[in-house]
């Protein structure tokens, strides 16, 4: 369990990435970033922790 929850971890971080900058059709790009450094920041610290 302890592989799954770190590989889930990191699967995430680098779809949110990828998914924001692959949606150039969506008209909220500003507001993209500013729910971007939020997202990963919470998302990451449990993951280390794990």
């Known amino acids: 369990m302890g592989i ?3 590989v889930g971890c990191r699967v ?3 779809r ?3 998914k ?3 949606t ?3 008209p909220r790009t ?3 970033p500013h729910t971007l450094p939020p ?3 919470p998302y990451t610290l449990p993951c ?3």
């Open 16 to 18: 949110k990435t990828v």
């Open 30 to 32: 500003p507001q993209t």
């Open 12 to 14: 995430w971080g680098v």
């Open 4 to 6: 799954g929850k770190g």
């Open 48 to 50: 280390n922790n794990n």
């Open 39 to 41: 997202h990963p920041t």
């Open 20 to 22: 924001k900058p692959q």
């Open 24 to 26: 150039p059709q969506t």
